[in-house]
């Protein structure tokens, strides 16, 4: 890996322009989302997406989502459906990816589709990934901006701390208000939650009138790159903890008495915000275990949860 003085640029016309270049040039550009922060690479450059898989250390080529400025650029790139136009009418610009048929000839790189004959595509509502969505003209293939394994980040100090010296530069927009990554339906087929995430599963199976979404309790996960152990802190991590062990660092939820409090009133959207920048930073503070209150499984409870089993699964 070639070594890289990480330009932190900041969410101005310039530098999104800049970013916006050096995506043409082939490099790597860390960019805010709603969700959390991606990687981004031209999805049409293969070097470009090659890079991101070393940068990440990821350890295999699983597939990436393509973000698009809009529906009509998703549909340059793979078949559309009465179940996409419909979830795509109702949720995007937003935390939803759509899994689709690739169309033969669509300009992606191999790396992206991991060899898939379906992509991912999510067009983000975040205003300064549209910007730089505008400003490239093109299709930006971006998995979250972590190190391979690792707690996805939601702010740019958090990408900065991960991937230094390793891409090119990193877009300054703050904090992701979703704080929790996307939604992936799978449309290749009958309609599939591939992963929990920033729209609940109940809104759309809402939109499409089936509960076809719904992942059966304990059922595989079949995207992909959906690893048993993610999202994983230094710290080891203890679910459902009604009380505190001695030296624990203790993540609350609701009304109780602890380190940091995910939604002291018990909001689960507040909490899917709060959630990857609390484990950074107990994690920053030297913890050895994190203990987390019980999250209830309703609305985005089920992403949170679903990061958080992953945070707690037995490390490679
Ligand atoms: O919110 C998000 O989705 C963020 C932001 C940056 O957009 N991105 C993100 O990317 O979470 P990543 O790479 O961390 O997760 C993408 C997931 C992986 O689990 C991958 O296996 C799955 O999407 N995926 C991608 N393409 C797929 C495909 N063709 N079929 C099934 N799963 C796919
Ligand atoms: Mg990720």
Not at 23 to 32: K, T, W
Not at 37 to 48: K, M, P, R
Not at 127 to 147: D, I, T
Request: aromatic share 4%.
């Amino acid at each position: 890996m070639s070594a890289h003085q990480t330009q932190l640029l900041p969410a101005t016309p310039e530098g999104t322009a800049r970013a916006a270049a050096l995506l043409r040039d082939g490099a790597l550009v860390a960019f805010p989302t709603e969700t959390v922060y991606g990687l981004g690479a031209d999805a049409g450059n293969d070097t470009a997406v090659a890079q991101i898989y070393q940068a990440k250390g990821r350890p295999s080529f699983n597939p990436l989502i393509v973000h698009v400025a809009d529906a009509a650029a998703a549909q340059a790139l793979v078949h559309w459906s009465p179940e996409a136009e419909a979830l795509a009418a109702a949720f995007w610009p937003g935390p939803l990816t759509l899994v689709l048929p690739l169309r033969p000839g669509a300009r992606v790189s191999r790396l992206v589709t991991a060899g898939l004959d379906t992509l991912a595509v999510r067009v983000p509502a975040h205003p300064v990934a549209r910007a730089l969505l505008g400003a490239f003209g093109g299709p930006v293939a971006a998995p979250s901006a972590n190190r391979s394994g690792q707690i996805s980040p939601t702010a740019a100090a958090h990408v900065m701390a991960g991937l230094s010296g390793r891409i090119a530069a990193v877009l300054d927009g703050g904090a992701c208000p979703v704080g929790l990554e996307s939604t992936i339906v799978g449309l290749e087929g009958a309609p599939c939650l591939l992963r929990p995430g920033g729209v609940p599963a109940e809104e759309i199976d809402r939109v499409l009138g089936t509960s076809a979404t719904r992942r059966a309790e304990g059922a595989a996960i079949s995207a992909p790159g959906q690893l048993q152990s993610h999202y994983a802190p230094g710290a080891a991590v203890r679910l459902n903890a009604v009380n505190w062990r001695a030296g624990e660092a203790r993540l609350g939820f609701g009304p109780v008495d602890c380190d940091l409090n995910l939604s002291p009133g018990g909001d689960l959207v507040e909490a899917a915000a709060n959630l990857f920048a609390y484990l950074h930073r107990l994690d920053d503070a030297g913890a050895t275990v994190i203990a987390v209150s019980p999250i209830p499984e309703t609305g985005l409870g089920a992403a949170i949860n679903d990061r958080l089993r992953r945070a707690a699964a037995p490390r490679p």
